[in-house]
């Protein structure tokens, strides 16, 4: 499966924004789908998963109550939709896939991810 992100961008803290993660080929739904992030200078991070059905998520600690991910099976689609954002919220987001049911946020688990976009929020 291959992964095309859209969104990202520059935005003040506080604002929001909406990436999202569109897959080529069949079977999206066979596939768990996650987020992560990477800061300058530091390791990949995971923010939000999603089960291969949508009815499990979960969410890093750092984002629960601000960011929400989501996805449309039908669409092949999977989105991070992010409020409240934060100077710390700045890095570069990932998609990742994997062919399975449950909720996955090990970085090592995805076998798929799509290219990074950046996200900014400044001051």
């Known amino acids: 499966v291959q992964l095309v992100k859209s969104g990202g961008g520059m935005v003040q803290s506080g604002g929001q924004l909406r990436l999202s993660c569109t897959a080529s080929?069949?079977?999206?739904?066979?596939?768990?789908m996650g987020w992560f992030r990477q800061a300058p200078g530091k390791g990949r991070e995971f923010v939000a998963a999603?089960?291969?059905?949508?009815?499990?998520?979960y969410n890093e600690d750092s984002v629960k109550a601000r960011f929400t991910i989501s996805r449309d099976n039908d669409k092949n689609t999977v989105c991070l939709h992010m409020n409240r954002l934060k100077r710390r919220d700045t890095g570069e987001y990932y998609c990742g896939a994997r062919r399975t049911v449950g909720l996955i946020m090990e970085e090592g688990e995805y076998g798929y991810w799509g290219q990074g976009t950046q996200v900014t929020v400044t001051a």
């Open positions: 080929g069949r079977s999206f739904s066979d596939f768990a």
């Open positions: 999603i089960s291969w059905l949508g009815g499990e998520t």
